[in-house]
């Protein structure tokens, strides 16, 4: 089943979304972002497992938002959406470069 649906404009859109995916999935998503890339939307579906296995959603995201920050992408917000929530993430502003 397909899971870890993304887009690298943030773009309005209605295709339904599964229910339950895996973080491989997610993960091959991610890997997809290209490196001048500045902003990257991810669905995440409420159900998911790893490795075959059912996984806690907060222990999944946080394997998944480690791969996003290697691409220098941040997160900046969700909506929830039928059977899951998409993410949005973008590069960091200017201004917060500048202070590190």
Do not use: W
């Amino acid at each position: 089943m397909l899971c870890g649906c993304s887009r690298s404009l943030f773009q309005q859109h209605s295709e339904p979304q599964p229910s339950s995916g895996s973080v491989e999935n997610l993960l091959t998503s991610v890997d997809g972002i290209a490196k001048d890339q500045s902003s990257f939307e991810l669905f995440v579906p409420n159900q998911l497992t790893l490795k075959g296995q059912p996984i806690r959603q907060d222990v999944a995201m946080a394997i998944v938002l480690d791969r996003i920050l290697k691409h220098g992408l941040f997160p900046v917000g969700f909506e929830e959406r039928q059977g899951g929530r998409l993410y949005k993430y973008k590069n960091r502003p200017s201004y917060d470069k500048d202070l590190h």
